[in-house]
């Protein structure tokens, strides 16, 4: 399955959101999840990702994390430094263990 990396952390651009016919991501304060069980493998997120953070790694984080945190159907925005944040390595240690909002669509 397709998972969220280190990437996104302090990023959140949520394009991924917006095409996943399955809405299988889930939301945390400063990163993006997706919960492994539901992801179909289609891979449309992939490529929708500007900070590119969407791979096979990372599976037991996406794990955890989606079954925390909020499920979101809909893109929300970024997180503001989002842009100074994009390129930068070795961000797991800034990872937020804390849920995002949600942005659910009804």
Not at 43 to 49: D, F, T
Not at 57 to 86: H, M, Q, S, V
Request: glycine fraction near 6%; charged fraction near 30%; aromatic fraction near 8%.
């Amino acid at each position: 399955p397709y998972v969220v990396t280190e990437n996104c952390i302090k990023c959140k651009y949520q394009d991924c959101v917006e095409v996943c016919p399955v809405d299988c991501f889930y939301e945390g304060e400063n990163f993006l999840v997706i919960n492994p069980d539901e992801c179909i493998d289609c891979g449309v997120c992939n490529p929708e990702c500007p900070a590119e953070a969407i791979a096979g790694k990372w599976l037991e984080i996406n794990r955890k994390f989606a079954d925390l945190w909020p499920n979101i159907t809909r893109k929300g925005p970024a997180l503001a430094d989002a842009d100074d944040w994009k390129d930068k390595p070795d961000k797991t240690g800034l990872l937020s263990e804390n849920p995002g909002k949600g942005t659910v669509c009804h």
